[in-house]
């Protein structure tokens, strides 16, 4: 215990002892923090309503415990992304702080002790911004006032906890250099499980017309679940298996600057992209599927309203389909956030390296375009398994609709990779401007 507290202090000391370039980073820190305290009082508070209760908003959306209990399962799913996003934040900002980190270990700090303290600076960060937002939100949230404590100090102990995971794999060298533990094969027995189940899965799925259905209708929502993680795990597999054979590939056979750099860098680590992909693209398979459904959905509600059987006012299910939209495009715009965030770490932890590119004479140009191309070239397969298997979920949807009723055939889940790709690729854009901050000459006299 009395170890903990000296961490916390030192702690403590380097946050308010961080200059202005590193407040953004903390600054992100607590707003996924806000997020997660906010996420966490609202389910809260929709658990605690008694029975039946009147709620003035969300169409009676919100008035039954039922359907209290499901959207708190979705606000739930959202801790996901931003507790990934706290791990990025985490291993971003420990590689700004190597050389503090490289003055600890000469003061005879253990690896695991400087890993300890770099993660309770983002739990202080993660404070701050629960606080922030458990002030704003208990006014409009009454009924999570009991809990508001609990959530508070729950939310800075997991962000520090998702830090140190973030921060297994980081060892602080006494001279100042910070590396990456990597191990030598990528996920293996994991993907093989994943692809004999998902096989499994669409086997009997697709052997239902004849043999009857196997699952009853209230199972429907977790065969899609347990099918959208099963083919996040395969595109995860498929990203780092696709990183090493393409930089492979192209580092033997291309004589472009800008492609061979991009080559060599998926080459020697491709899995920390997938890693880094890992909720992006169990947000493109959700993305893709629940685009489909929601065509067929409303397309349905309508069939059903024309023919007097609704069980409900027709603002009850578009309002349940809007918030799952809502849910949806936020857990988005997150994963799009730690893309962004982890293409600069990936800028921090190399600036050394780039710096000697830069004063070996190659253009900053050639640099910047290998930077997008790291991001696009793993991407690209992977995001396309991810949205065919999120469309082949609403398609499997469709056909199972389309037996009492007639439906469109949902096309729209095919834009939804099209448009995630062309965002991750801008939202890796995005770390350009670093990327000429970290190939001034004066990085080199670190290496």
């Not at 390296?353 to 070996?360: D, E, F, H, T």
């Amino acid at each position: 215990m009395r170890a903990l507290l000296t961490d916390l202090r030192l702690a403590w000391l380097f946050t308010r002892g961080s200059d202005r370039r590193e407040w953004w980073r903390a600054g992100l820190t607590a707003c996924g923090a806000a997020l997660a305290t906010a996420i966490g009082l609202a389910v809260v508070a929709l658990l605690s309503l008694d029975a039946f209760h009147s709620v003035s908003f969300g169409s009676g959306l919100f008035d039954s415990p039922g359907d209290r209990r499901n959207v708190s399962l979705a606000l739930g799913l959202l801790l996901i992304p931003v507790l990934g996003f706290l791990g990025q934040c985490a291993r971003i900002g420990a590689v700004h702080r190597d050389r503090r980190l490289a003055a600890l270990r000469l003061a005879g700090a253990g690896p695991w002790q400087v890993r300890r303290i770099a993660a309770l600076e983002s739990g202080l960060a993660c404070l701050a911004g629960a606080v922030v937002a458990t002030a704003v939100a208990v006014p409009l949230l009454p009924r999570a006032t009991a809990w508001a404590g609990v959530v508070v100090v729950a939310v800075p102990v997991a962000g520090a906890a998702v830090s140190a995971v973030a921060l297994r794999r980081v060892v602080a060298d006494p001279l100042g250099r910070l590396r990456r533990t990597r191990p030598v094969r990528g996920p293996g027995r994991l993907s093989a499980a994943a692809t004999r189940l998902l096989a499994v899965t669409l086997a009997g799925l697709a052997l239902t017309p004849v043999f009857g259905s196997p699952v009853s209708f209230g199972l429907g929502p977790v065969t899609v679940l347990v099918l959208a993680a099963l083919v996040s795990l395969i595109a995860v597999w498929l990203s780092g298996a696709s990183s090493r054979q393409l930089g492979e590939g192209f580092a033997a056979g291309t004589s472009r600057p800008a492609l061979l750099i991009a080559a060599e860098r998926m080459r020697e680590d491709p899995w920390s992209t997938a890693r880094t992909h890992a909720a992006l693209l169990l947000v493109t398979v959700v993305g893709s599927g629940f685009a489909g459904v929601r065509q067929i959905l409303l397309a349905d509600l309508a069939d059903m309203r024309r023919k007097g059987r609704l069980g409900a006012h027709m603002a009850y299910y578009t309002t349940g389909i809007d918030l799952t939209a809502v849910a949806i495009l936020l857990a988005f715009a997150l994963v799009l956030t730690a893309l962004a965030v982890g293409t600069a770490e990936s800028l921090a932890v190399r600036r050394r390296g780039l710096a000697a590119q830069s004063a070996a004479g190659v253009p900053h140009s050639v640099l910047a375009r290998a930077l997008l191309l790291e991001t696009a070239l793993p991407l690209f397969p992977a995001i396309a398994v991810a949205g065919l298997g999120g469309t082949a979920i609403s398609f499997w949807y469709g056909a199972d609709v389309a037996r009492h009723t007639d439906v469109p055939v949902p096309f729209t889940a095919l834009l939804v990779p099209v448009c995630v790709y062309a965002a991750c690729v801008l939202a890796a854009a995005t770390s350009l401007p670093l990327l000429r901050r970290s190939v001034r000459p004066g990085e080199l006299r670190y290496a």
